[in-house]
């Protein structure tokens, strides 16, 4: 039995038990502690971009072009799928990233209208960094629990975020990437 003291979310829940007896809030408990860590978490992780002078859409930004593989590059609207944000919020992000001579932009070969955006050397150098402390990071974050917590919560988070998140349209930028997540995360033969 957990003998702590009441978190900020208990708290927030005994307050409508009193005030609305007739609701259950039970659910508080996990969303609101979920929203919660969310926050921390991210806070956690922005600092680290912003050792590299990036903020956390930047990073997503350079992570995205980076896993993309060789030659580094993808259109800007596989970009703004695979990063889910709007395609104006890209094209400040882009110029940022562009200005910063992280990225390049020119017209797609096969489609004159169409753009292409990659990484430079630079971009790669940095995203590499950047991730390798991300990763770290990350780790550290974990270690508050233990293994098999850790084990645990992934399944339970994997399986619920199936039941909420809508499914992938086939042959979608996301769809390819999480295919291509699948196959990676394959032990091999």
Not at 48 to 73: N, W
Not at 88 to 115: C, F, N, P, S, V
Not at 178 to 189: H, S, V
């Amino acid at each position: 039995m957990d003998t702590s003291p009441p978190d900020h979310i208990a708290r927030i829940q005994a307050a409508w038990r009193r005030e609305r007896p007739d609701l259950d809030v039970s659910p508080q408990g996990v969303i609101g502690r979920l929203h919660r860590l969310a926050a921390l978490l991210t806070e956690e992780l922005c600092t680290v971009y912003r050792r590299y002078g990036l903020s956390e859409g930047e990073f997503d930004v350079l992570a995205a072009l980076r896993r993309a593989g060789a030659p580094f590059e993808r259109a800007p609207g596989e970009l703004a799928a695979h990063t889910m944000v709007t395609t104006g919020a890209m094209t400040k992000r882009l110029h940022r990233l562009e200005g910063a001579g992280l990225i390049t932009r020119r017209r797609a070969a096969d489609d004159g209208r169409g753009r292409v955006v990659a990484l430079t050397p630079a971009g790669r150098e940095l995203i590499d960094r950047a991730f390798t402390d991300h990763m770290r990071n990350e780790h550290r974050l974990l270690s508050a629990l233990p293994p098999a917590e850790t084990a645990a919560l992934e399944n339970l988070l994997t399986g619920w975020l199936a039941r909420v998140e809508p499914p992938l349209e086939p042959g979608s930028p996301e769809d390819e990437e999480r295919g291509r997540r699948r196959t990676a995360d394959r032990p091999a033969p």
